[in-house]
């Protein structure tokens, strides 16, 4: 009588593998979006933190600095860049990597930024290449470090504006623009995403567009404001 031998067919293996691969597949998909939501949501957080800090400062310095007035832009938009995290760090705003330096007498030269600070402050996704970086890297060659997700640091900078005239409006003006017409109140924040690009961000519709040679969308930008806050 012939002993039956033990072990698994070619059939049942294939299944076997099938349903690691579908499981894998199903994991790795849910892992992946719980990742970019993390990153959203801090995204999220970093710019109303940003919004939040330039409204204190407003209150404590009692008007704007010259260094928010002055601050760099990056297309038409105004960046938060290493001077506005120098004033923020100053009047003890936002958590901000720096150092303090041989006094020069100038408000927003007595530090230096460090760390994922060193060249303003960032969204969460410029900040991993950050960290990633050489430590003796800044200026220029820090901005144009790639991100993996898109664009570059500079392209990850929180963009900022301000309500210059007092009016209770942050609204377009002859010296640059916001992404929409008006929106009530004195500052509003907002990043371009993960692809590191702002797109139509005038509009809640998805969309593709160019910026700097590269299709971006507006669905992933980050805003400090709600659609109810603007008057068209």
Known sequence: MKKRQSGFTLIEMMVVIGIIGILAAV????YTYAVKSARKAKATEAVSNA????EMLYQRAEGWPQAII???????YQVMDENVARVLFKYGLLNVDCKKVAS???????YTLRGVDRCGIADPWAQEALKAADKNLSGQALLSRTVSTGGTVRDHLIYFAVDRDDD????????????????????I?????????LGDCSTDKRGKT???????????????????QEVR
């Open 210 to 228: 160019k910026v700097n040679g590269r299709s971006v969308t507006n669905g992933d930008n980050v805003y400090s404001w709600q659609r109810a």
């Open 51 to 54: 919004r939040t800090a330039l």
């Open 189 to 197: 924040t907002w990043c371009a995403g993960a692809d590191g690009g």
């Open 70 to 76: 002055d601050a760099r832009k990056e297309g038409e």
């Open 168 to 187: 209770g409006f942050v609204e377009r003006g002859k010296d640059g623009f916001v992404p929409v017409s008006k929106v009530r109140g004195r500052v």
């Open 104 to 110: 020069s007498g100038q408000l927003e030269t007595d």
């Open 27 to 30: 994991l790795t998909g849910g």
